[in-house]
Antibody, heavy 116, light 111 residues
Framework: EVQLLESGGGLVQPGGSLRLSCAASGFTFSTSAMSWVRQAPGKGLEWVSAISGAGGSTYYADSVKGRFTISRDNSKNTLYVQMKSLRAEDTAIYYC?????????WGQGTLVTVSS | QSVLTQPPSVSGAPGQRVTISCTGSSSNIGAGYEVHWYQQFPGIAPKLLIYANTNRPSGVPDRFSGSKSGTSASVAITGLQAEDEADYYCQSYDSSLSGWVFGGGTKLSVL
């Protein structure tokens, strides 16, 4: 059974940084593309970033390009996203998802709140 | 404003059939990119409902079906049940944005 467990969310001031993690199990992590998708409170889903299985290819939504960096450690079966220069509009639940088209399985999400 | 357009809400009585539409453009659905659908209950992560336009993952009841034509796609739910009340999102790839895009979501109410 695919399991994805996000962590690292919390309250951060505007302009601050945060790193989210997603621990994966139940599938061959190193051969699966992975993604981050977010959902602002009461709003719809927004794709944020994706990474290939080996980590050599990364993709970003325009809204986070230059501020977020996706990465993975296949030896630890863990996906990351480093978020910098955070803005109020980055406040959302961040989900990690297996694959990218479609997003096959989702974690339970971790809440990031950007506020002073 | 979402790249893929969905009605904000639809409703139906138990047992009825409802459809949720997803309208895109020539840079996403119309370009031949596949459409996927997700179901989300309040406070719960989304779940893949339909993939590659018409396919159901194992465990999804055959009351759910997907279709695609031109620049639009839709999901149909037959034999509507109270437990189907949820938010539904379509998703595809957009070549102009070079990224994956979602519809704004549709809230299904079972009357």
């Amino acid at each position: 059974e695919v399991q994805l467990l996000e962590s690292g969310g919390g309250l951060v001031q505007p302009g601050g940084s945060l790193r989210l993690s997603c621990a994966a199990s139940g599938f061959t992590f190193s051969t699966s593309a992975m993604s981050w998708v977010r959902q602002a409170p009461g709003k719809g889903l927004e794709w944020v970033s994706a990474i290939s299985g080996a980590g050599g290819s990364t993709y970003y939504a325009d809204s986070v390009k230059g501020r977020f960096t996706i990465s993975r450690d296949n030896s630890k079966n863990t996906l990351y996203v480093q978020m910098k220069s955070l803005r109020a509009e980055d406040t959302a639940i961040y989900y990690c998802a297996k694959s990218r088209d479609p997003f096959e399985s989702w974690g339970q999400g971790t809440l990031v709140t950007v506020s002073s | 404003q979402s790249v893929l357009t969905q009605p904000p809400s639809v409703s139906g009585a138990p047992g009825q059939r409802v459809t949720i539409s997803c309208t895109g453009s020539s840079s996403n659905i119309g370009a031949g990119y596949e459409v996927h659908w997700y179901q989300q209950f309040p406070g719960i992560a989304p779940k893949l409902l339909i993939y590659a336009n018409t396919n159901r993952p194992s465990g999804v009841p055959d009351r759910f079906s997907g279709s695609k034509s031109g620049t639009s796609a839709s999901v149909a739910i037959t034999g509507l049940q109270a437990e189907d009340e949820a938010d539904y999102y379509c998703q595809s790839y957009d070549s102009s944005l070079s990224g994956w895009v979602f519809g704004g979501g549709t809230k299904l109410s079972v009357l």
